[in-house]
């Protein structure tokens, strides 16, 4: 099976800080994305990568950044992090677009205090 | 920005069929239709997809009608691990990238 590993389960950070979430898949799939979930909110979109050193952003982009200088892994960066970024953050992963399945990982809590 | 529509909430017993419909308004020629099932603490699993009529595998069934404004979620004889939140989707095919709704919390009741 795919595995979609998530560096932290759970993070807390200061406000201001520079915040960095891994993810890491090991199926040699294309795409990659973030999502970030809040309570009654679903899934949004925060970026997403169909290829390496390629980003297209989704519905949420502002105040964060991506990155993805190798195909296994794609990073999330909150240049300055605030309290409104307190959520919790989803990998996920598919070998191509289209109809391909999504791989997630497992979660990031992420507290800005 | 989700493309889909679905109940907030539904309620069931241990050994009931629960249906869960969802509409399309804006499905394209070639999205086809998905669904994903979170439980606490872990992300989305895929469950099923189909693009018409009847598709069933070992976990559900999906019925999609002619016109595919709308798909609806089968579970036979739910039981307690089935509590759960379903999302329905299609794909953006624009973007490549899939738009999660807020999905419709199941709690299945013993």
Not at chain 1, 23 to 50: A, T
Not at chain 2, 35 to 46: H, M
């Amino acid at each position: 099976d795919v595995k979609v590993t998530q560096s932290s389960r759970y993070l807390v950070k200061r406000t201001g800080e520079k915040v960095f979430l891994e993810c890491v898949q090991d199926m040699d799939h294309e795409n990659m994305f973030w999502y970030r979930q809040d309570p009654g909110l679903g899934l949004r979109l925060i970026y997403f990568s169909y290829d390496v050193k390629m980003k297209e952003k989704g519905d949420i982009p502002e105040g964060y950044s991506v990155s993805r200088e190798k195909k296994e892994r794609f990073s999330l960066i909150l240049e300055s992090a605030s309290t409104n970024q307190t959520s919790m953050y989803l990998c996920a992963s598919s070998l191509r677009g289209g109809r391909e399945k999504l791989f997630f990982g497992s979660g990031t809590q992420l507290s800005v205090l | 920005l989700a493309k889909t529509t679905q109940p907030i909430s539904m309620d069931s017993y241990e050994g009931q069929e629960v249906n869960i419909t969802c509409s399309h308004n804006n499905i394209a020629t070639n999205d086809y239709i998905t669904w994903y099932q979170q439980f606490p603490s872990q992300g989305p699993r895929f469950i099923i997809q189909g693009y018409k009529t009847k598709v069933t595998n070992e976990v559900a069934s999906l019925f999609i009608p002619a016109d595919r404004k709308s798909s609806t979620l089968s579970l036979p004889r739910v039981s307690l691990s089935d509590t759960a939140v379903y999302y329905c989707l299609d794909m953006d095919t624009g973007r490549r990238a899939l738009t999660f709704g807020s999905g419709t919390r199941l709690q299945v009741q013993p």
